[in-house]
C-alpha cells in the first residue's frame, strides 16, 4: 500500500509539474549586413491590451551569443505579444507574435547612417481639394531603403530630424493620418520646416499625413519639393475640372471613397526637385476673398 501511494504520489507531482510548466520565448539578435549575433543588446516584452496597443512588461539583455529568453507563469500558450530590439537608441520591433507558435525568434537590427543615398520614394500620392475657403492636403509617401543601413537623419538636440517635408506657408491642422497615441511624436517643427522623425530601416516605410491652408493666403500654386528621388507622383484634384499642362501627364477622372478626383502623374524627381502645380481658384472664391 505504501508503495503504491508513493507512486501515486509521484505521478500526482509529475502530472501538476507539467500542468505548471510555463512557455518560454526564445531567440537571439543580428545584424543581418555582417550576419553578426548581437550580445548586450537590450530586448524588450510586450504583451497586447484590449486595444491592440501593446505595453511593454520587462527588459532584458542579450548573451554573448546574441540570445535572449523569457519565461515565467505570465506567459501561457495562446497570448498575443511583441518583442523590441534595441540598438543605437532605435527600437527594432517584431510584428504581432503569438506564445508557442514559434520555436525562436530572430529579431534583425542594422547600423545606422546619415547618408540618405540608398532612399528613394518609390510612389508619392498627394491629395489636393480646393474648397470654398480652404485648401485640404492629404500625403502618403510610399519609401523604400535599399540599403544595409538605417538612416537617422541629423540629430537636433533630442530629436533626429530624418524626413524633411518642404510645407507651404499658413498651414494648419496639421497630423499623421491615422496616428496612433503613441506616434505623438513622430513629426518635428524645427527652423521652419516639418520633419519626420522616424529612422527609415532596410526595406519599406509609409509616411502619411494632412493638413489644410486657408485660401486667404494661398497663392495659388501649390509648391512639392521631393524629399528623395521619387519614382512615381500622383497627383489627384478635386474639383475634377481642374486642368494641368506639362509635365503632368493627365490619367482621367478616378473615384475614391466616392470622392471624384482629377489624377496626374509625374515620374522621376530628382532629390529637391521644386514642382509647381497651379490650382486655379474659381470666380466665386477670389470675389470673397
Not at 81 to 90: E, H, K
Not at 118 to 147: I, P, R
Not at 178 to 202: K, N, Y
Amino acid at each position: 500500500m505504501r508503495t503504491w501511494a508513493r507512486v501515486l504520489l509521484s505521478t500526482a507531482f509529475f502530472l501538476s509539474s507539467q500542468s505548471l510548466a510555463a512557455e518560454s520565448i526564445d531567440g537571439y539578435v543580428v545584424n543581418p549586413a555582417t550576419d553578426q549575433r548581437m550580445a548586450g543588446i537590450e530586448v524588450g516584452f510586450s504583451i497586447s491590451g484590449p486595444d491592440g496597443s501593446f505595453s511593454e512588461m520587462m527588459r532584458k539583455s542579450t548573451d554573448v551569443d546574441g540570445r535572449f529568453s523569457f519565461s515565467g507563469p505570465f506567459l501561457t500558450d495562446g497570448m498575443a505579444y511583441s518583442l523590441t530590439a534595441y540598438y543605437g537608441d532605435i527600437p527594432y520591433a517584431s510584428s504581432m507574435l503569438t506564445v508557442g507558435a514559434q520555436r525562436q525568434v530572430i529579431l534583425e537590427v542594422f547600423d545606422p547612417t546619415t547618408d540618405p543615398g540608398a532612399v528613394t520614394v518609390s510612389s508619392h500620392h498627394l491629395f489636393l481639394t480646393v474648397g470654398n475657403e480652404l485648401l485640404d492636403v492629404a500625403q502618403l509617401m510610399q519609401l523604400y531603403n535599399a540599403g544595409d543601413s538605417t538612416f537617422v537623419g541629423v540629430h537636433d538636440a533630442e530629436t533626429n530630424l530624418v524626413t524633411e517635408l518642404s510645407l507651404p506657408e499658413g498651414v494648419f491642422n496639421f497630423r499623421s493620418a491615422g496616428q496612433r497615441p503613441d506616434e505623438a511624436g513622430v513629426f518635428a517643427h524645427e527652423h521652419g520646416s516639418f520633419f519626420h522623425t522616424d529612422p527609415l530601416l532596410p526595406g519599406r516605410s509609409q509616411i502619411t499625413f494632412t493638413f489644410q491652408i486657408d485660401l486667404a493666403e494661398f497663392t495659388g500654386t501649390y509648391q512639392h519639393v521631393a524629399p528623395y528621388h521619387t519614382e512615381r507622383m500622383d497627383i489627384y484634384l478635386q474639383p475634377a475640372s481642374i486642368e494641368l499642362g506639362e509635365p503632368f501627364h493627365d490619367l482621367g477622372t478616378v473615384t475614391l471613397h466616392d470622392q471624384s478626383y482629377r489624377r496626374y502623374h509625374v515620374n522621376d524627381l530628382v532629390l529637391g526637385k521644386n514642382l509647381a502645380i497651379p490650382l486655379p481658384m474659381s470666380r466665386p472664391i477670389r470675389w470673397t476673398l
